[in-house]
């Protein structure tokens, strides 16, 4: 399997949106589904979200549930997560990351063995 990239990230205000872009290097991401993580300073790596298969189910950590959206883009074969309403806490470093079979059904005993580089969530005034 190939590499990952996610793209996206910035600083925004508390209250504003981010959308996050995963892509796959020589793989559709879409196809296989994927994980999101994030890890702020100090904090372990908290899991965000995932997306099965060509985006046929999606589940979200608590904090997030109702502010942040997952989704496939089967034409172009990549993974979004769409934030909004970012909180301070929301700020991290954001991870995709997948394995090298399909993702039926996402569950905490996923062992995801690719890993994008992060990108940057930062929301502060």
């Known amino acids: 399997q190939g590499l990952l990239v996610e793209f996206g990230g910035g600083s925004v205000q508390p209250g504003g949106s981010l959308r996050l872009s995963c892509g796959g290097v020589?793989?559709?991401?879409?196809?296989?589904?994927a994980g999101w993580f994030r890890q702020a300073p100090g904090k372990e790596r908290e899991a965000v979200s995932c997306?099965?298969?060509?985006?046929?189910?999606?589940i979200y950590a608590d904090s997030v549930n109702g502010r942040f959206t997952v989704s496939t883009d089967n034409a172009k074969k990549v993974i979004y997560l769409q934030m909004n309403n970012l909180k301070p806490e929301d700020t991290a470093v954001y991870y995709c990351?997948?394995?090298?079979?399909?993702?039926?059904?996402?569950?905490?005993?996923?062992?995801?063995?690719?890993w994008g580089q992060g990108t940057q969530v930062t929301v502060s005034s």
């Open positions: 990351a997948t394995r090298n079979y399909i993702i039926k059904d996402c569950d905490t005993n996923i062992k995801y063995n690719t």
């Open positions: 020589g793989f559709a991401v879409n196809e296989y589904g």
């Open positions: 997306i099965t298969t060509y985006g046929a189910g999606t």
